[in-house]
């Protein structure tokens, strides 16, 4: 899935008229990804990592099963609420203004991933499928929200950061905050741990298979854009990016 991101954001450089600064937009892509890389190779030679991290590799390894969707959050959990803020002051260079635009352009990509993706991952987790007809236009608004609070909250994060005279406690914080939330995405006794635990065990563990389900999706850069230019107007928060969402996209749920 994060290989799909990012593909799409090269193609987006590549092409050029997308980011207010390609060399920029790229320096941040390939810094956000290096840190998972890093987290991971640290986590494989047994050195100290951000917890958030050490959660959900350590979730692979746990004896209960989890959701194909559990696995993912816990990346993403980590990548967004952690990683991302630490990127982006670093792309930044001391002017972290004036990279607002194009991190919102990173995002709504990351959103749009997610968003074609949602069918794909019912080939490989038919519950999960079933309970996404159910719910109708309903997950996918919750799925912005989402998105959306994560990325607003990494911003502020990021500002956080760079106005601190001391980043190295801002960053401990901002990870023991994520790896609560990670934890939480683990708990087991309680009504969603058993609900997961249904879904779980009849989706595919053929980990190729899983790859390939989750590795194609098109991002619409107009679309994009056009969302990206009307949050900048209307201030970016959660609530406008809803009305946003409600005036320029298709509807959520014909993505599908």
Do not use: K
């Not at 107009?222 to 969402?245: I, M, T, Y």
């Amino acid at each position: 899935m994060y290989r799909t991101v990012t593909e799409s954001i090269r193609d987006a450089v590549r092409t050029g008229g997308f980011f207010d600064d390609d060399a920029r937009a790229e320096h941040l892509t390939v810094v956000f990804a290096e840190r998972y890389f890093e987290a991971y190779e640290a986590y494989r030679r047994g050195e100290r990592i951000p917890r958030c991290w050490a959660v959900a590799f350590e979730a692979a390894d746990l004896p209960q099963r989890l959701m194909i969707l559990q696995h993912l959050l816990l990346g993403m959990n980590a990548h967004i609420n952690f990683d991302l803020g630490l990127a982006t002051v670093a792309a930044a260079s001391g002017d972290l203004e004036a990279v607002h635009a194009d991190f919102l352009r990173v995002n709504e990509i990351l959103y749009q991933v997610l968003n074609r993706l949602q069918g794909r991952l019912g080939t490989v987790s038919p519950r999960l499928s079933m309970l996404d007809r159910l719910g109708g236009p309903w997950d996918e608004r919750l799925m912005y929200v989402g998105i959306h609070t994560c990325r607003d909250l990494a911003w502020q994060f990021a500002n956080r950061l760079a106005e601190s005279a001391d980043a190295t406690i801002e960053a401990e914080a901002r990870d023991s905050d994520a790896s609560c939330l990670a934890s939480l995405m683990l708990r087991r006794w309680c009504a969603l741990g058993v609900a997961t635990n249904l879904i779980a065990r009849v989706e595919s563990r053929d980990i190729p298979a899983i790859v390939d389900a989750l590795s194609r999706a098109e991002v619409d850069l107009d679309e994009a854009e056009q969302v990206v230019h009307a949050e900048l107007a209307a201030g970016g928060s959660v609530v406008d990016s809803l009305q946003v969402a409600a005036r320029y996209r298709r509807p959520m749920w014909t993505a599908r």
